[in-house]
């Protein structure tokens, strides 16, 4: 059983909008047996987007009943069901928020016809109610009215139902989305695929790479990918016939490879686009290093990163172990002052904290940039027990390699033979700072593997 709810609301701030207008309709057995429509009467003030966005206006909810006169009703009429509605997770929040003000804990599973929508009817310009009714024949005399919305979602959750042909809705049961699978057919394809690190390959009929993509835990990441609702998404669901995947025993080595292979053929149908992160780059004098924030990659920066944080975890190793001074993040107020010490220096004249300063700034930003000495960095985890990995950076490229015996990798000719090259740029630097970063080494240790030293003296010491 169903209950199909649409809701309208006050507006205003969360925890403090309240609702104005519910429409409930209970469906079993594909037909409405129960309904109820009502204004609801609030102290809140109807925002003014929302009176215009509605009709809703304060003077039609003076004699409309309040929601605790509401409420035994809605719990009575959506009693056994799962809610339905385009774009749930508002309405349920707003049930369970009204609910709570009241000392009740309202639970019920929900369905989301926004997502289903996506699944089910691929294509369509827009995923707005009213845009698919007026695609879909579907009869909507108001907008943003409860009573219309949600008749008119009834409408639209019967016709899913019917495009739904491998019964994925009905199999969902009493939990909803919550327990959402695969198809059988994309189920099928996930086993055997356990949650490690790796990298996987989807492919159609033709044998034509589709998409490959890495991950921490793989089995989660393609579940996840075969359940989403956004466009890209479901139209590569429809076409995939197989996925292949590759253990990395290391997510440091599969975000590497997949780099590679994203450098050596950057179609962004296959590849997905790294999107917006945070870059360290050089000011326009060529002197201070500069954080810019939710930006992309471009071919002089000196490291990218997912995220500011990771950003500034490398501006500080960098200030207190290789003397490089920060600068401000772009946009800053006094661009002229240093972020991590708060003098005016020069940037290069940056001492806060450094062990041992760094001969002048173009050998620092030669270290920065991973280019002054050839260097490796032995990862403990391997695809299997006993496994190991190399990561070697040398000549502008960096380098992996799996192995179990130290003379398969210590013996130059022979790691040649075995390494996977990929081109260094800013996100290939950033992955290998991240490395560093988190193997433990600090001090002269670090200072000495990336400004050179003999291979004996530089193992990690600690797990990736």
């Known amino acids: 059983m169903y209950a199909v709810i649409d809701i309208e609301s006050t507006g205003g701030a969360l925890k403090e909008e309240a609702i104005i207008e519910i429409a409930v309709f209970r469906l079993e057995n594909g037909e409405v047996t129960d309904q109820l429509i009502s204004l609801v009467h609030t102290h809140q003030p109807i925002q003014p987007f929302v009176q215009n966005m509605t009709g809703i206006v304060p003077s039609m909810l003076r004699s409309a009943p309040r929601f605790h006169e509401l409420a035994k009703r809605l719990v009575q009429i959506t009693e056994g069901c799962v809610i339905i509605g ?19 804990a309202y639970e ?48 639209l959750f019967k016709l899913l139902l019917e495009k739904d042909r491998e019964k994925r809705i009905a199999a969902l049961g009493a939990l ?64 995939m016939a197989s996925v292949a995947v590759e253990r990395t025993g290391n997510r440091m080595v599969g975000a590497l490879k997949l780099h590679a292979e994203r450098l050596a053929c950057p179609d962004p149908r296959v590849y997905p686009e790294l999107g917006k992160g945070a870059v360290l780059r050089l000011d326009p004098s060529g002197h201070r290093l500069m954080l810019v924030k939710h930006t992309e990659p471009n071919p002089d920066d000196v490291v990218f990163v997912r995220s500011a944080r990771d950003a500034h975890r490398l501006l500080n190793l960098w200030a207190v172990h290789f003397g490089a001074c920060p600068g401000q993040e772009a946009g800053a107020v006094d661009p002229g002052r240093c972020a991590l010490c708060a003098s005016g220096h020069v940037s290069s004249e940056c001492r806060r904290g450094a ?37 070697h950076c040398a000549a502008g490229q960096t380098g992996y390699a799996f192995y179990k015996l130290r003379d398969e990798v210590d013996d130059a000719e022979r790691l040649e033979k075995r390494v996977a090259q990929c081109d260094s740029d800013a996100v290939t630097r950033g992955l290998l700072w991240l490395a560093l970063l988190q193997s433990g080494r ?8 990336v400004m050179g030293v003999e291979p004996a003296q530089s193992e990690a010491a600690s797990s990736i």
């Open 108 to 155: 019920r599973s929900t369905i989301d016809t926004v997502n289903w929508s996506r699944k089910l009817l691929p294509g369509m310009a827009s995923y707005k109610l009213s845009s698919l009714c007026e695609a879909l024949g579907i009869w909507l005399p108001r907008k943003h009215r409860a009573g219309d919305d949600a008749r008119a979602t009834v409408d």
């Open 176 to 239: 909803g989305d919550a327990v959402e699978a695969p198809s059988p057919r994309l189920q099928k394809m996930l086993e055997g695929i356990k949650d490690e690190p790796g990298v996987y390959y989807v492919r159609n009929a033709e044998g034509q790479l589709l998409r490959a993509g890495s991950a921490d835990k793989l089995h989660k990441e393609l579940r996840r990918l075969f359940l989403s609702p956004e466009s890209a998404d479901v139209a590569l669901q429809q076409q």
């Open 86 to 104: 385009h774009g749930v997770a508002f309405d349920y929040r707003m049930l369970q928020s009204e609910f709570e003000r009241l000392g009740y």
């Open 355 to 391: 062990e041992q300063a760094t001969e002048s700034p173009e050998v620092l930003w030669s270290v920065l940039r991973l280019e002054h000495r050839p260097f490796y960095l032995d990862l403990p985890q391997g695809r299997s027990s006993g496994e190991k990995v190399r990561l």
């Open 442 to 449: 600090k001090g002269a240790d670090l200072r000495s593997m």
